[in-house]
Nanobody, 127 residues
């Protein structure tokens, strides 16, 4: 069973930046597409960003385009989410997810396409 370990969450002021990291505990990292999702209190989990297994294709939610960047270091077997110009509405628990990639360019946005999930890391943006 692949475990995903997230780090990098915390408290930041509006306009600030944070970088989240996620690394799977086992498996061949390049066999997975990777995604970030978030869930605010009282809301459903929503898509934030995703990256294909070779990092050639990325997708972003409209709400984070131009502010967040997903990247992966296949040598270090880590995926990152760089978050800038943070807003209070970005406050949520952020989850890393991985899915087995049979097609190189896949970078799904749906939660149902992911096989493994991390425990989540809290991001709080104060106004």
């Amino acid at each position: 069973q692949v475990q995903l370990v997230e780090s990098g969450g915390g408290l930041v002021q509006t306009g600030g930046s944070l970088r989240l990291s996620c690394a799977p505990s086992e498996g061949t990292f390049m066999n997975y597409y990777m995604g970030w999702f978030r869930q605010a209190p009282g809301k459903e989990r929503e898509f934030v960003a995703s990256s294909s297994r070779d990092d050639s294709n990325t997708n972003y939610a409209d709400s984070v385009k131009g502010r967040f960047t997903i990247s992966r270091d296949n040598a270090e077997k880590t995926v990152f989410l760089q978050m800038s110009s943070l807003k209070p509405e970005d406050t949520a628990v952020y989850y890393c997810a991985a899915g087995r990639a049979l097609v190189r360019i896949l970078a799904p946005t749906q939660t149902t396409r992911y096989d493994y999930w991390g425990q989540g890391t809290q991001v709080t943006v104060s106004s």
